[in-house]
């Protein structure tokens, strides 16, 4: 029998005093939170607010100095392997291999996501549909633009249909438009009961998470829904409310 946890199967994150150190920097400092499953959950903070460092100990990457984490079940600590075959990952640095074919970028993931060749076949052939991407299939990934690539990208990354995806600033850099019809791809993944953990830049996304928390210095210093936040910072936009908790911030590099 596994070591999953069983005490709230709703429960798909849950922190618990986790804390990563770096020497004498404490680059995570005590954070608490959890992620209710099929929830959009803003994770936010300024360059050097510890989000990267915590979204790596969640993704099964960096152990934890102290504290506990749990991700679809699994401990981030001693069942990394297993973290990391339930969760999809995205990063606005690398998703993609640009010298492979569309199709061929799809079956490489599915393979690596543990797949078999008839299941990523009847998959492959659905996403192409869903996407529009029929003419596309045979293309470098390389030669598309860039709003193709994104949408490509986060398919890719929840192709194997796990508990929770990792939005690691997945729209930088393209058009409002296009980030729109990217969120609409989010919207779908979690009425199918898929979790999504994004961090962003564009405060104007925030509003669209169920949740978000804020960081500064490595601590959690807000997490409430956006509406709330708003309310409870006196502020008309979630870029208000981020801009009145970054100004605490003394760090200046994450």
């Given amino acids: 029998m596994s070591n999953t946890i069983q005490h709230n199967t709703n429960k798909v994150i849950t922190a618990e005093h986790l804390t990563k150190k770096f020497g004498h920097f404490t680059a995570v400092d005590d954070i608490s939170f959890e992620v209710e499953r099929g929830e959009i959950f803003g994770f936010l903070g300024a360059n050097g607010a510890g989000k990267t460092t915590a979204m790596r100990m969640l993704c099964g990457l960096s152990i934890p100095t102290s504290g506990k984490g749990f991700v679809a079940g699994y401990d981030i600590g001693s069942q990394t392997e297993l973290v990391k075959r339930n969760i999809g990952y995205m990063s606005q640095k690398f998703s993609l291999y640009d010298d492979l074919k569309v199709w061929e970028n799809i079956e490489l993931f599915g393979g690596i996501y543990g797949m078999n060749d008839a299941e990523i076949k009847v998959k492959t052939d659905e996403l192409m549909k869903v996407l529009n991407f029929e003419n596309e299939r045979d293309k470098r990934v390389g030669s598309l633009p860039l709003g193709f690539k994104q949408k490509l990208a986060f398919s890719v990354s929840i192709f ?95």
């Fill in 160 to 254: 194997h249909s796990p508990q929770v995806v990792f939005l690691d600033e997945p729209t930088g850099g393209v058009d409002p438009i296009t980030r729109r019809q990217f969120w609409e791809l989010i919207y779908d993944a979690t009425s199918k009961g898929i979790t999504v953990f994004v961090t962003t830049h564009y405060m104007d996304e925030a509003e669209y998470c169920n949740r978000v928390s804020i960081m500064v210095d490595g601590k959690i210093e807000a997490l409430d829904s956006p509406k709330n936040l708003k309310t409870q910072f006196n502020a008309t936009s979630m870029e208000e409310v981020f801009q009145q908790l970054a100004r605490k911030s003394t760090r200046k590099a994450d």
